[in-house]
T-cell receptor
Framework: DAGITQSPRHKVTETGTPVTLRCHQTENHRYMYWYRQDPGHGLRLIHY???????DKGEVSDGYSVSRSKTEDFLLTLESATSSQTSVYFCAIRERSGYEQFFGPGTRLTVL | ELKVEQNPLFLSMQEGKNYTIYCNYSTTSDRLYWYRQDPGKSLESLFVLLSNGAVKQEGRLMASLDTKARLSTLHITAAVHDLSATYFCAVDTAYTSGTYKYIFGTGTRLKVLA
């Protein structure tokens, strides 16, 4: 257990509303990641962070923003949710001394 | 563009049989990871392969890495129903900020029939 929690675990929202997903870790890991998982696509990287206030885009970042104001929290924001953002979102951490990523429990987001 | 391809995408097999899942990738990388995902659950790390020729085994699963061929295999020996899950490989690649990111394969959905 890498001490990763995600909130909310499930959310249903309407098109055009803002949504923020939270990833919280308890073990002071430097690297944090947000992925989305869709059938037929595996997991795709949205954004990642390599330190407080240090973030960068992944391969599917359009429509998403992130913030990391403290080590333990990495927030993913959908500024104006669209139906194409209906997905399962996973947060992951990477230990400073290793290469392996560990995943949180996921958030299932439905945009109507 | 780095691509990671898994095959087969779906695999239905009888208990007791052997089978291999393949993971091909299109760029140089010395690190490859295998994960398991049960329906509705998160990803669980199975194997970390960090060099050419690496072989790891856990129970009925064995993973290997050939970086020259850009190929990893996940071999299942004498399958049991509990192995039914989706299996993902992920390749490590350097990213612009000096860190590394994963590129995932699309997954292999394994169903083991009693």
């Amino acid at each position: 257990d890498a001490g990763i929690t995600q909130s909310p675990r499930h959310k249903v929202t309407e098109t055009g509303t803002p949504v923020t997903l939270r990833c919280h870790q308890t073990e002071n890991h430097r690297y944090m990641y947000w992925y989305r998982q869709d059938p037929g696509h595996g997991l795709r990287l949205i954004h990642y962070s390599y330190g407080v206030k240090d973030t960068d885009k992944g391969e599917v970042s359009d429509g998403y923003s992130v913030s990391r104001s403290k080590t333990e929290d990495f927030l993913l924001t959908l500024e104006s949710a669209t139906s194409s953002q209906t997905s399962v979102y996973f947060c992951a951490i990477r230990e400073r001394s290793g290469y392996e990523q560990f995943f949180g429990p996921g958030t299932r987001l439905t945009v109507l | 563009e780095l691509k990671v391809e898994q095959n087969p995408l779906f695999l239905s097999m009888q208990e007791g049989k052997n089978y291999t899942i393949y993971c091909n990738y299109s760029t140089t990388s010395d690190r490859l990871y295998w994960y398991r995902q049960d329906p509705g659950k998160s990803l669980e790390s199975l194997f970390v392969l960090l060099s050419n020729g690496a072989v790891k085994q856990e129970g009925r699963l064995m993973a290997s890495l050939d970086t020259k061929a850009r190929l990893s295999t996940l071999h299942i020996t004498a399958a049991v129903h509990d192995l039914s899950a989706t299996y993902f490989c992920a390749v490590d690649t350097a990213y612009t900020s000096g860190t590394y990111k994963y590129i995932f394969g699309t997954g292999t959905r394994l169903k083991v029939l009693a």
